[in-house]
């Protein structure tokens, strides 16, 4: 009975922890890419994880790329696309509100979304991983007297140091971040594009797995 007692002790007190952070595996042709998921952006987050696990983005394409910037893939257009498609406009028929805060330094995962809205919304599947270049104080200086923002320390550092892209700060959710696979986002970073920054050979997602 003491056994028993305790067991249930334990089991009411894991459920009562906070739940960590979902990580995501996203294989593609090139190789993998696993991501963590945040659980402070809890829309996209649980939206991601819902597309993932209903297969949503396999066979889709990274359909847009820049190198220095970023990677942009889960447009459910691009699956089978034949060559010279223009891609960048599908998603799954809804969008996400926005759940703005982390910036976009080296290896965050983020939503892309239309411009010109003023609520910032996202699109419910698209997302991109930011590759980005190394940031000076000086241009983050710049980016809170326009943005009217502050950086801590610590994300200076990281600009400073790992690099990104700034400049989509405040007006994009990033829900993620890069934990292993940086070298595989920068191969295909590099990748020969042609129009719209397809790349030339379809950098295919064959699957994103949840763990």
């Known amino acids: 009975m003491r056994f028993l007692l305790l ?10 922890q906070p739940p960590g952070p979902t990580h995501a595996v996203i294989s593609t042709t090139l190789g993998d890419v696993e991501v963590m998921l945040y659980p402070e952006t809890p829309g996209h987050t649980q939206n991601f994880i819902k ?3 209903e297969g949503f ?9 820049i190198p220095g ?4 893939g889960g447009d ?9 498609q223009t891609l960048g406009m599908g998603g799954p028929g809804y969008m996400l509100d926005a759940e703005i805060g982390a910036p976009h330094i080296y290896g965050a995962l983020a939503a892309a979304r239309p411009p010109g809205d003023p609520e910032k919304k996202s699109n419910g599947s698209q997302f991109y991983i930011v590759t980005g270049t190394l940031v000076d104080d000086a241009t983050l200086d710049q980016l809170e007297r326009i943005k009217n923002i502050k950086y801590s320390e610590a994300q200076r550092q990281a600009y ?12 994009y959710t990033v829900f993620g971040e890069v934990v292993s696979g940086m070298d595989v986002v920068e191969t295909i970073a590099e990748v ?3 129009a719209y920054d397809r ?6 997602i064959r699957s994103v797995t949840i763990k």
Do not use: W, Y
């Not at 396999?58 to 790329?65: A, E, I, M, P, Y």
């Not at 790992?162 to 989509?168: I, K, Q, T, V």
């Not at 790349?199 to 295919?204: E, T």
């Open 57 to 65: 983005f396999d066979s889709t394409l990274f359909h847009r790329v």
């Open 192 to 194: 020969e594009t042609g």
């Open 160 to 171: 400073r140091e790992l690099g990104g892209s700034p400049s989509l700060d405040q007006d």
């Open 51 to 53: 597309l993932a696990e």
């Open 199 to 204: 790349p030339a050979q379809d950098v295919v």
């Open 76 to 84: 459910p257009t691009s699956k089978g696309a034949k060559p010279g």
């Open 7 to 16: 067991l249930a002790g334990l089991t009411t007190l894991a459920a009562c």
């Open 69 to 72: 910037f970023m990677i942009q």
